[in-house]
């Protein structure tokens, strides 16, 4: 089994920056590939972002540039900092962990996932 616990969110003004944690625990091969997912009131989940263990990143489209996914093994927390935040961004975050690296910024692809924390930004 593997355990995911999300913080860092709250509210910031457009411009802003935030850096959400995802500190994880139980079976590390069940945990390859890490990502971070939204999902804003009346819309489907997005991919945002995702690391897997040797390194490699995807990012989507909308946040490249502004997002930045990183991991720290000794601690086995995932990171993601968020600059230059937009209103558009507004929406609970979710990060999720799945055994290995295919469809990274699919939701499908993913086994377990945190509660969620919330990023609200204001114009």
């Known amino acids: 089994q593997v355990h995911l616990v999300e913080s860092g969110g709250g509210s910031v003004q457009g411009g802003g920056s935030l850096r959400l944690s995802c500190a994880a625990s139980g079976d590390p091969y069940r945990r390859y590939c890490m990502g971070w997912f939204r999902q804003a009131p009346g819309k489907g989940r997005e991919g945002v972002a995702a690391?897997?263990?040797?390194?490699?990143?995807s990012y989507a489209d909308s946040v490249k540039g502004r997002f930045t996914i990183s991991q720290d093994d000794a601690k086995n927390t995932v990171y993601l900092q968020m600059n230059s935040l937009r209103p558009e961004d507004t929406a609970m975050y979710y990060c999720?962990?799945?055994?290995?690296?295919?469809?990274?910024?699919?939701?499908?692809?993913?086994?377990?996932w945190g509660q969620g924390t919330q990023v609200t930004v204001s114009s």
């Open positions: 999720a962990a799945a055994g290995r690296w295919f469809r990274p910024l699919t939701d499908n692809q993913y086994n377990y």
């Open positions: 690391i897997a263990r040797d390194g490699t990143i």
